[in-house]
């Protein structure tokens, strides 16, 4: 019989079969508990991750940020449990863009609070929506990274990371009368596609190489899924407001002889004293500096000689040296833009044919060396314009539907092999300009279209040149690759006779798979199309 029999466990923060929470699931019902899964956005990826675990649990939606979702909370989980024994908090974002990768001192208010409200205070809004469930007592779990230092490029998630703690703390404080456990797991470095959206990352990966006294597996969740499925359990009745380290042991020691001393700090056995007089540990006293000689020592000393060989050789070294060093760098930054410009040249060709562009657009890697994430085969960020391309699309009239713009960004592109890629998270703007639209619509010329609001269109009708009318015209999404145009107002013109000019939709068939429409608004320049996916993949 496992530790967690009988338990039921509700388990946020599932994105992907790597994501901690997942495993944590996974050990959860390996020992006997009843697991309750959420997610947020694209819930039908969750649905298909969850079916993965050994037995596939219920899975509902869930925003932190929603008053309506957390006061649904108990509701929605009383449908599939009838109360709640644990509760794993796995949530947390900040914006990559602005919160992280080293803009702390310039990021604006709106991302700090984004941060905090979804990283730390959900800690506190989840578990008071749950605690009518856990009339029992019960224990709460929370995913946590160190935050007693500043780490590189983590910014204002460590900030959001040091309030979850205090949160912890007030929780375990207050909640104790009503048996209630909260307890955080700080776990090492792992990399899931959360991490992915940390600029820098890989440097928490060398550290952890080489400070881990037990060794750590960038990979491996399953010490981190165990460390909380036994806090979720009775085996710790008696702790609350803990935080425990699963990070082989990285953040509770100081330097030591395995771990490379920072250029500008002194080396062990070295004494930073020497060279003012005062004796280094088991050496020789050293003077202020190389002794003058006397006068009548200098005299007794003769004419000086003629200069050493050895000493002009000593004397070339360091400038040979000096510039063999500039020369390998200066290979190095050739080579690696040389190969940065090759591997635009494809990425650029797999996205035209994802797309199926009319022509090949302009494909920017972000991050420098760019040789270290050839090597990985993992880019952090890349950039997609175009614009004046076409692209195919359904529709009543022309085929072709024209974009007057695109700008992509993709986070976490991974290639594999030469002619396919994944990409974690894919947004994208595309522009289509009022004339465009017209023509895959079928529509006349004698009809001009201007943008009337939001995500309406006046088009104006003229007849034959002697008066002309304007009627009214809503744009909106019509599916995950579609979207449609329809009459809400026709003016005096008939309904039934406009509508079979202007009512019309556009699909687009050739979308990536992971990829659809999430928006669309009008603006002066003409209908703006957002596209975003996760887990998309583009191919040749």
């Not at 460590?158 to 456990?181: F, I, M, N, P, T």
């Not at 020789?284 to 000689?305: D, F, K």
């Not at 007849?463 to 449609?484: K, M, R, W, Y």
């Amino acid at each position: 019989m496992g530790i967690l029999a009988g338990k039921r466990i509700l388990v946020t923060g599932v994105i992907t079969d790597a994501s901690i929470a997942f495993h944590v699931a996974r050990v959860a019902q390996q020992e006997g508990a009843t697991v309750v899964l959420t997610g947020f956005g694209r819930l039908s990826l969750v649905e298909r991750i969850a079916r993965r675990l050994p037995t596939p649990p219920p899975v509902f939606e869930l925003d932190v940020t929603s008053d309506d979702h957390l006061a649904s909370l108990a509701g929605r989980v009383s449908e599939h449990v009838d109360g709640l024994d644990g509760v794993l908090h796995a949530i947390a974002y900040a914006n990559p863009e602005e919160a992280l990768g080293g803009n702390f001192l310039y990021t604006r208010w709106p991302d700090v609070a984004t941060a905090i409200q979804v990283s730390a205070y959900s800690l506190k809004a989840i578990t008071m929506a749950a605690l009518p469930l856990m009339g029992g007592g019960g224990s709460v779990v929370g995913l946590d990274f160190d935050a007693s230092v500043a780490w590189p490029g983590y910014d204002w998630m460590g900030v959001a990371k040091a309030g979850l703690e205090s949160c912890a703390r007030y929780l375990a404080r207050d909640l104790g009368e009503k048996g209630v456990r909260v307890n955080l797991v700080a776990a090492g470095p792992l990399r899931t596609m959360a991490t992915k959206s940390i600029p820098g990352f890989d440097l928490f990966q060398d550290v952890w190489g080489t400070r881990a006294p037990l060794g750590w597996n960038i990979t491996g969740a399953e010490p981190v899924a165990r460390a909380c499925v036994a806090l979720l359990s009775d085996w710790f009745p008696a702790t609350t407001g803990e935080i425990v380290h699963v990070d082989g042991g990285a953040t509770r020691w100081g330097p030591d002889d395995r771990v490379r001393p920072h250029p500008l700090l002194p080396r062990p056995g070295r004494d930073r004293s020497r060279g003012r007089g005062i004796p280094a540990p088991g050496g020789p006293v050293m003077t202020a500096g190389p002794t003058r000689p006397l006068p009548e020592q200098r005299n007794a000393q003769g004419p000086p000689g003629p200069p050493s060989p050895a000493r002009g050789r000593r004397r070339r070294w360091p400038i040979i040296t000096a510039i063999t060093v500039v020369v390998i760098l200066l290979l190095l930054v050739v080579s690696d833009f040389v190969a940065k410009a090759y591997t635009e040249n494809q990425m650029a060709s797999q996205f035209q044919s994802s797309l199926e562009l009319s022509g090949r657009p302009d494909v920017t890697i972000q991050g420098f060396p760019f040789g270290t994430q050839l090597i990985a085969r993992d880019f952090k960020t890349v950039n997609v314009t175009a614009s004046n391309e076409t692209i195919n699309v359904n529709s009543v009239g022309s085929g072709l539907l024209k974009i007057a713009s695109l700008n992509a960004t993709l986070h976490g592109m991974h290639i594999h092999g030469l002619n396919s890629a994944t990409v974690d998270q894919f947004t994208a703007t595309v522009l289509v300009t009022f004339t465009s639209l017209g023509n895959v619509g079928g529509i006349p010329s004698s009809i001009t279209m201007t943008a009337d609001g939001p995500n309406q269109i006046k088009a104006t009708v003229n007849v034959l040149g002697l008066f002309s009318d304007s009627a009214t015209v809503q744009v909106s999404q019509s599916g995950p690759n579609q979207i449609s145009v329809k009459v809400i107002d026709a003016g005096w013109i008939p309904s039934d006779v406009l509508g079979n000019l202007l009512n019309f939709s556009v699909s687009i068939p050739k979308l990536p798979a992971g990829v659809t429409i999430q928006s669309v608004s009008v603006t002066p320049q003409g209908v703006q199309i957002t596209i975003t996916g996760q887990n998309t993949t583009l191919s040749q």
